[in-house]
Structures are given as structure tokens and as C-alpha cells.
């Protein structure tokens, strides 16, 4: 049970980022749907259980150690294979920038203090903790995480009257042509391409056990997706004129819940940060071919050279703003994942 709790935590914290946490996400891909987001949102968590159970049983079943190997098995078609794997490294540097944003959106929003401040400390953190590797993952998640889901399903039983007497308060002009049902595929599209590496790196904890993982992770999605759904329902209009919205609405409920929620938000930005820097910098170093020397010291001082890299980056990417950000990239790159998804949930062999 502890190695199962070890990973769902992982996999839990590589998905509720700045952007879930804060309120961003839930809205763009639900709550504008109104009623039927509510179900956009269960279908969305469904594919995202079974698509951790197929990679799940992939990396069993093929003794799988790295994405590359991951990717020549649900695909022959090197092509392929190759512009998916540039998405996938694109997708988790912006993440990694997006979640420092993030942090630097929330400190200004509630303290004034400036985002290259912010972001500086951020990056200074992720640096410290990456260095470690996936053991650092392993154990920020292990600690944050479970104070992390616990509050907010909290706030979501709280919230339960509030949210029963709200839930058809907006009208559900665009039900009619689904979008609703593409919105959910496009957000369980878009979290693969983060979680999916991530899930690679995994394989030492889910020996037989990835069904029981898969379930507790789609649950859990599914209980903390409808909780911020619910949530927002409060004040969907502060969308349009606050970064952090859910920050806001919380302050309903008194002073000591928003400064947890602060905190919530902040280790949901963290540890989305670290799991989507950590994946970058895993598939950086898999491209490298290094054939003289001592190959594992070579590897680990192109892994610390390109951290460095993006850690001292990240405070210049984000001033360009963190709702920017979301709004714009995350779509996109929910239309780009579905090559992946498709590849996996195809993958029969």
C-alpha cells in the first residue's frame, strides 16, 4: 500500500498544477459548459484512469525503462514517433515555465510582490529539488500531496449545499454541439503529455499493481475535479479579472481558508513544476548519445547543464503572464496529445 500511495501522490501532483488548482483549467475545459462540464469532467477523468492503466500495463508487460522505448511500441513509424516525442518535450518545458508563472501570479496577486521575484525563488527551489532526481520527486509528493487532496475535497463537501442549489444557474447554450464531450477529450489529452513520462519513470512501484493505482487516480481526479467545479460556481465572473480566481472564492469561507488554499496552490504549482521539469530533463538526456567516457558521470553533467539552463530561463518566461499562458498553449497542446492517446489506446499487442 505504501508504494501504490507513493504513486498515485506522483501521479496526482503531475496533473493538478497552477492552472487546475487555481481554477483556470476547470473552467476553460467545464464550467463554461455548465451543467454538462459537470459530465465533460467525469468522462475526462475515465480516459485519464484508463489511459495510466495502459501505460501501466505496457511498461509491465514490455519491460519499459525509458518513453523512447515507450513510443517505438505503440508506434513503428519513426516519423511519428518523432514528432511526438518534440510535443511532448515542447509541452513539458512550457509546463515547467507555466508553473513558475504560476507561483509569480499568486505571490503578486495577494502580496504585490514582484513576478521576477517570485519566479526567481521558484526556479531556485525546482533547482534544488531536481538535482535529487526522481527520489526529490518522490518524496515533496509523498509529503504535499495528501495535505493537498484532503483540503480541497474539504472545501468540496462544504461547498456541497452551495453547489446543489447552483448547479443549473447557468445556462447550457452549447450543449447542443458538443463541445462539452471535446473539451473533456481534450483535457485528458492534454495531462498525458505531461503524465505519461512521468508514468514511465514509475515502473518500480507498480509491479501488480497498476490496476489498483489506475482506479485510486481516477477517483481521486474525478472527487477533486468536481469539488473545483462546484467551487466555481461561486463567482465564475472572476475568471475574467484575476489570475487565481479559486483564491478569491475561498475567501468566503473565512481568513484560515484562504491562506490554505495558498498553500494548496502553491504545492500544486510545485510539485506540477518539478514532475514536468524532471520529464523534460529525462527526455533531454535520452537524446544524447554518449558512446566514450564514463557515460552515467556524461549523463549526469548534461542533465545538470540543461537544468541550469532552464531554471535561470524561467523568470523571463514569466512575465508573460500566467492565465496567457493557459488560455493559449493549453488547447493547443490538448489537440497536439491526442496523437499519443490515440497511439496508446489503439496499442493491443
Known amino acids: 500500500m505504501k508504494s501504490i500511495l507513493k504513486a498515485v501522490f506522483v501521479?496526482?501532483?503531475?496533473?493538478?498544477?497552477?492552472?487546475?488548482?487555481?481554477?483556470?483549467?476547470?473552467?476553460?475545459?467545464?464550467?463554461?459548459?455548465?451543467?454538462?462540464?459537470?459530465?465533460?469532467?467525469?468522462?475526462?477523468?475515465?480516459?485519464?484512469?484508463?489511459?495510466?492503466?495502459?501505460?501501466?500495463?505496457?511498461?509491465?508487460?514490455?519491460?519499459?525503462?525509458?518513453?523512447?522505448?515507450?513510443?517505438?511500441?505503440?508506434?513503428?513509424?519513426?516519423?511519428?514517433?518523432?514528432?511526438?516525442?518534440?510535443?511532448?518535450?515542447?509541452?513539458?518545458?512550457?509546463?515547467?515555465?507555466?508553473?513558475?508563472?504560476?507561483?509569480?501570479?499568486?505571490?503578486?496577486?495577494?502580496?504585490?510582490?514582484?513576478?521576477w521575484i517570485c519566479a526567481s525563488i521558484m526556479a531556485a527551489f525546482c533547482y534544488f529539488i531536481l538535482q535529487r532526481d526522481m527520489k526529490g520527486i518522490m518524496a515533496v509528493n509523498s509529503v504535499l500531496m495528501p495535505a493537498l487532496i484532503l483540503f480541497i475535497l474539504y472545501l468540496g463537501v462544504r461547498n456541497l449545499d452551495f453547489a446543489t442549489q447552483h448547479f443549473n444557474i447557468k445556462s447550457v447554450q452549447n450543449s447542443n454541439n458538443w463541445?462539452?464531450?471535446?473539451?473533456?477529450?481534450?483535457?485528458?489529452?492534454?495531462?498525458?503529455?505531461?503524465?505519461?513520462?512521468?508514468?514511465?519513470?514509475?515502473?518500480?512501484?507498480?509491479?501488480?499493481?497498476?490496476?489498483?493505482?489506475?482506479?485510486?487516480?481516477?477517483?481521486?481526479l474525478t472527487l477533486l475535479g468536481i469539488s473545483l467545479f462546484g467551487l466555481l460556481l461561486r463567482g465564475n465572473e472572476m475568471i475574467y479579472r484575476l489570475e487565481l480566481p479559486m483564491i478569491e472564492i475561498v475567501k468566503e469561507f473565512g481568513a484560515i481558508y484562504t491562506y490554505l488554499y495558498e498553500g494548496v496552490v502553491v504545492t500544486a504549482i510545485f510539485t506540477t513544476a518539478i514532475s514536468a521539469g524532471y520529464g523534460f530533463l529525462k527526455s533531454q538526456v535520452a537524446k544524447q548519445q554518449f558512446s566514450k567516457g564514463d557515460i552515467a558521470k556524461r549523463e549526469k553533467a548534461y542533465?545538470?547543464?540543461?537544468?541550469?539552463?532552464?531554471?535561470?530561463?524561467?523568470?523571463?518566461?514569466?512575465?508573460?503572464?500566467?492565465?496567457?499562458?493557459?488560455?493559449?498553449?493549453?488547447?493547443?497542446?490538448?489537440?497536439?496529445?491526442?496523437?499519443?492517446?490515440?497511439?496508446?489506446?489503439?496499442?493491443?499487442?
Open 11 to 115: 501521479v496526482i501532483g503531475t496533473i493538478i498544477g497552477a492552472g487546475f488548482a487555481s481554477g483556470q483549467e476547470i473552467w476553460l475545459f467545464f464550467n463554461q459548459y455548465g451543467s454538462w462540464g459537470a459530465a465533460g469532467m467525469m468522462i475526462s477523468c475515465f480516459i485519464s484512469g484508463i489511459i495510466i492503466y495502459q501505460v501501466f500495463q505496457m511498461i509491465e508487460r514490455k519491460n519499459i525503462t525509458t518513453y523512447e522505448q515507450l513510443l517505438s511500441k505503440i508506434s513503428s513509424r519513426k516519423i511519428l514517433n518523432h514528432a511526438i516525442s518534440i510535443i511532448i518535450s515542447i509541452f513539458l518545458l512550457i509546463s515547467f515555465y507555466i508553473m513558475v508563472a504560476g507561483m509569480s501570479a499568486l505571490f503578486q496577486q495577494e502580496f504585490g510582490i514582484p513576478i
Open 303 to 349: 542533465y545538470q547543464k540543461v537544468l541550469l539552463i532552464i531554471c535561470i530561463s524561467a523568470p523571463f518566461i514569466a512575465n508573460i503572464g500566467f492565465s496567457n499562458l493557459v488560455s493559449k498553449l493549453y488547447p493547443i497542446f490538448g489537440i497536439l496529445g491526442l496523437i499519443q492517446v490515440v497511439a496508446l489506446l489503439r496499442y493491443r499487442k
Open 179 to 220: 463541445q462539452w464531450i471535446c473539451s473533456s477529450i481534450l483535457y485528458a489529452s492534454y495531462n498525458s503529455i505531461t503524465l505519461v513520462p512521468m508514468l514511465v519513470e514509475l515502473k518500480p512501484y507498480i509491479t501488480s499493481k497498476s490496476k489498483k493505482i489506475s482506479i485510486i487516480c481516477g477517483i481521486l
